[in-house]
């Protein structure tokens, strides 16, 4: 049976079908009734799903995370396309195509780890040559980063998102640096690596993506540094001390990569490499979000979205 | 005889040679005394120059924009290098040799006419193409592209600042664009050659670059959309109607491309590529500006340029 | 049968009477039930109507725009009034009233238009009576001037409220700038003509006003400026030059009005007609808006109105 | 002999005549020299004075405020006119013709002074009235009100500003409440009576005028309630009770005037009137000061003046 | 019978206890049906009952302020705690134990108001002294002191608070001032005495706190000095003239104890015990309404606090 | 001979006597004469020299740190008292009171030192204890903390500065902690100690205090995690794990204390504890900078200080 991506799901549709109930949330309404809100993702997109007259019974019968067979109907709420769900039922992952709900197939994932295995390997300054290779040797760093997302909402919120954007960022830096030639483009490449690695400890990856203890206590920039000088004492530890100046440069741009105080930076970027970082990461992230909120928005006017409070404005979906 | 460029002479040299006069200015000190202030050019930097017990008789004897020859010596007052001139005397445009004077001599002003020629002729949206060709086939146009500034200080603030910026960032354009596939990269590169035209009014490049009456009062951003309105009722003129929503986008690129209503923008970016054009154009103005910071900071302290109020902070400079 | 103009319906109130559907949604609630919501309105303003338990049969019976009969009762519901209908029906545009739906009845209309044309034929600078004539002579700008709201909340939001607004400015304009010898009047009076015609594109005023895609890409201010130079050179077709600084001032008048950057100004006002066209339409438009909030508010402690987060404040409702 | 006005003087010219000595400072140069910097005034202006090699005698043999007559050289320093003395004498003040050196001749204060009393009396709102006459009373109030100043730089600098402003402002009101029918025209005008009364204690008018401890530590704005709070326990105390609402807004009047938090106004405007108040004294207040900008102003380039911090732009200077 | 405070309920427990009914409203749901909603409170919390199927009698039969008893079960709806009150009956006070219910129980008034007697009795200072003597005798104003709240939201909101914040506030002076020899602790005492009591009259007590007319008008800065103001003329007519310095100084404690223009304060701190007092304040301000914040949350993810508008942030709940 | 503290020097006096050469700069006028420009320090502050007509060979003559003796002459200059130097010469450090130039005498340092141990060692959390005696048993990181400046300006920006803030602190912490049961006072005098101890490596306190290319880089706020994260390793080393939760604990104190974003903050204060650090640190800081604003004022005018754009307001100097 041929299943629907969310994506391709539209108003008044009978649904019959697979997706992973990403989370779930028992409510109770203001007279007192149970009901059930459903998250539910499939590689595509996610949807929100509303199964009334719900109780424990139902609640505890599958977990976040699991696959689920839903029977319900699709309809447009609030300008948003949601699903009434009149059955969940738990599935068994053997039952399910996997790489319908993996945003990253395994061939999408070896490809953008072969890109960064060659973008790190290829670098001819030799002591960030180490240091790439540290971190590419560090087999939980590397499975954690596999599966990392770069946000809990916005731009890449989802499992590989983080690697997606820091080897598309790296390819940005590759592409942009040699256009300025007083750009060290291998410092601006390691520190597009550099820059979000510190997500791995903020956000927590099972189920959704949520923010560790640690992620809002401490923050992905020091937590990044922390990494960093984690690596750099492996390295030392095999090597010859790593050059206290490119230190503090690869520091500086993990420090300053948010690019103002008031979005978290606690310094403002001094160096080319740290001011063209910050700026490759806002455009990458930027186009990104945007694209999302184009493709996830329901608003019936054609020509437009629904005003977004996140961006300050609506967008303009183009016709043809 | 060698000339020393202004970009290298060091503190406490004695100086003989050609200049620029690109500014002057008849002063009177706080005791009644009177001095003429300098700005000398050439195609390295400028240099500030102080004619002390000067008189209206040598203040008439050279004009703006002239060539002069002075004889003095270098020094660092409040951390900037300045001459004190002893002498100075008007030159025969013919006794300088062009190229130490501009910054684009005709190979470069060529190439970089050739670059945008080609980026515009190579169009696929046969719209686009026309209309590049109407501005690329206005004389008057092209005459003053190639001398305009981009600025009056800051990025790209030279006689032909402006055409560089303006194919550096198509260039940029044609580089970022493809890597997004849901972004129209024609229209991307066409924005970028749009967004600044209107400098070419708002700022006039006679002797050093001033800001017109016109400029002042209307600004670039107006100026640039009644330039392209101007150009499409030409395209019109000879061909079909211009498609209304092309034309809509191509003048929301120009009006929102300052990105933020803070920096002087009518309307935000809400296209993706009124957004991308936004982020480059930014990306290369600051580095832009930033190289131009450091490459003219004079602090002895070797690491760290002065602090630049402008930007709000020290930049380091690197020991390589 | 006499109608209660909605301005004066109360709580818990049976309405059987005409109204204008302004606008009407079909909706479906959580539990997957439909829903009209209408927004009725007449002269007097407008008022939510609830039809529950509806369908498309019903929701196609009339248009956005129809007069509509409705059967309902009254209620406050979160702070506001609104009625729960249980009938509409299409009627008739003959058997309805048109005075009581029209804030402009034909009277008021001609009356702003003839002080339009009074004060704009008034001006001794023949330049300027020129242009007013043009802009008076185009019955098709004209036409839609009558009708044209002035913004889609807020201030003068109804058809006709620009033509109110803009004659209630010019005529402050001649109010108070004889008070300030600096200024100059005839200058300032055609600056309030001038300011906001560019709404007329900006916004539709078919059924509700909404914003048009050339409004919300380029805007209202850059589409002035652009309605401006057409007319001029409709102007210089049939008589000379016009001079080349009073444009300037006018564009000027236009691009400034909004006073301040973060209000998407492109250029903040430098000329003494500029500063007060911005300061008299700020304090008009300022007037008008915080008099609907106090007239529109139902907020039962009888002193103040409700919180309004769009002004930041609670309005003082004199006892008198 | 013809004394020339301050405002008429040009660069280079040789002066013999009486100034007022508005302010002197004795001061040291680096290298512990001793000059004297004088404020030089009349009716028509200001002037920097620079009297090089001067020694206490020469300073303590006049005080600020005398007049004395100078001799000396004008020049431009830095864009604005100065003059360096070299000769000051004390003179006697019935050497002088008054009219030249007070803005406010007797005839202009007794203008301003009955349109005052007029106004006031004119009210129809008997506690209103009342209250004027309780001012009007009182002598020292009155002659006090008569040489305040409204600022000690921007706008109304000048002893008898307060007056003018305070008048300008009911004739404003005056004339733009009726406009506003929702508007309680009596009110504005008291408002604008009351608003800046406050400056009375907070500035010092003896010589230049000056900020108080008073005007420091407590403000206008507080002020100007306790002396409202004041004047109407006199008029409780051989009237019947001011009514308590009544009261509460001229206090509201006075706590808004300033409209914004960040511009130091305790409460927002609430009411119509104050809304209005507000805005019409920004309006007098931006008009009077840019005038002043534009007036002042020695730049050399025709124009525009120079670029004024205070205002963050330069205004346009027609050219008639 | 055994009464569960508020703060110990826990969701889905059946209630049959005593609450005061602090506030209640009567509203209409979208499809026309009534019902109230409540807002409980006891000495621990306040919580919101929602009473379906109501109509007017059952919302006449109790007052304000009355105390209920209430039949009903909890539950969490939008994480919160609300209960479905299905029975509610007016209570005779006298079958309330009061100490369940109030704050302050009268041995707490007790010791907060000697306290503040030997707070104030002890300062060494005589004007000082004379001053909080006034006060303290003043019969009307203790009584309504001891009732007083310090605001209508966030910290300190109930009757008693503001004697609450006052005294902690002076203790926290009385701590702190000894620290730094160049503060005048006294004056800093006085200062905290003095900073909030505008409050009585800006808050309305009756019932929930409310913002009176004056409050909202004036605001409890201006209401603050003009209370000082009243009791320095009782003081003084009784004793000698109270000292003008010492006066500026209280009264500019009062005035700028919000430390910053956009918080509604008039004047920046200009003396250290101004500085110190806005301090202090903030400091224990803060800390008792984030303290609110986290007890009052009932958010299930245990280590975090729901993200709350008002402090822009979640707060860590610590396991301990 | 009796020595004069500079902070007891007045205008137009001869000075003849020993101070410490704290920073010096040989300058170009702009004539091109070369003179010197002195920081001379003592124990009561600095003082501005100016030594005319000198030449490299007496500007090699000493250097930096060295103790000098001078010849010259006090002067007001532009508000600020300096120092006409006409003599300088090097001493010998056996020459000098070392008590008049140290603001720290050994009894001073040796005080605060024990106050630290004292305040560590009396912590009952053995963690932070063992975490405690570790910094306190770090020779080298004691001997730097003796001698470290808390800034470069504003306050405690001289030698030992930061040990007097950080014990300043701590002493608040353990007084103003306990009046608030919720808070966890040994957290927060621990953070207290913790939270500039970055400035250690962030300022280099050679000669004048100056940033570190470090400092610039990374700053203090993410050194100081780096510091503790380093003494973490050593306490794990000797002990058990450090409990993950508190060391989460520690670093947000680090990390938040700057409280805002807009100051540098990498993350907002979530715990009573970081609140309360943020703004007991700020109150420190603000008391001590107004407190020097106001000390070393120079101004005439009796009660206020020159306004001072740091802190954007004058302030009031107490008479008596």
Not at 24 to 42: E, M, P, S
Not at 46 to 70: I, K, P, Q
Not at 242 to 247: G, K, N, S, T, Y
Request: with cysteine.
């Amino acid at each position: 049976m041929i299943r629907t991506p969310i994506s391709e799901l539209a108003d008044g549709q009978t649904v019959e079908q697979s997706f992973r109930a990403a989370d779930k949330q028992l409510r109770v309404n203001r007279q007192g009734g149970k009901y059930i809100i459903l998250k539910l993702a499939d590689r595509s997109g996610t949807l929100s799903g509303m199964l009334w007259n719900a109780d424990e019974r139902v609640f505890d019968s599958f977990d976040r995370g699991d696959y689920v067979f839903c029977i319900g109907r699709t309809q447009i709420h609030n300008g948003a396309l949601q699903m009434i769900v009149t059955e969940v039922q738990r599935m068994d992952p053997a039952e399910v195509e996997r790489s319908e709900f993996e945003r990253f197939d395994a061939d999408e994932s070896q490809r953008l780890r072969s890109q960064l295995v060659e973008l790190l390997g290829g670098l001819n300054n030799v002591h960030l040559r180490q240091l790439g290779e540290a971190f590419l040797g560090d087999d939980e760093f590397m499975s954690r980063l596999i599966v990392g997302a770069a946000a809990v909402t916005n731009h890449h919120a989802y499992p590989g998102g983080l690697l997606r954007h820091t080897v598309d960022l790296m390819e940005l830096a590759q592409l942009v640096g040699p256009r300025y030639p007083q750009i060290d483009t291998e410092l601006l490449i390691f520190g597009a690596f550099l820059h979000d690695l510190g997500k791995l400890e903020e956000l927590s990856c099972e189920g959704e993506a949520s923010y560790t203890d640690r992620g809002q206590l401490v923050g992905h920039i020091v937590i990044g540094v922390q990494m960093l000088d984690e690596k750099i004492r492996t390295v030392e530890s095999a090597n010859e001390a790593f050059p206290v100046e490119l230190r503090l440069q690869l520091e500086h741009l993990i420090v300053s990569h948010h690019g103002h105080y008031e979005f978290g930076s606690p310094k403002l970027p001094v160096t080319l490499e740290a001011l063209t970082l910050h700026h490759l990461d806002n455009l990458d992230a930027k186009i990104e979000s945007y694209t999302t909120v184009i493709e996830s928005d329901v608003a019936a006017d054609g020509n437009w979205t629904n005003y977004n409070p996140a961006i300050g404005r609506k967008l303009w979906k183009k016709r043809d």
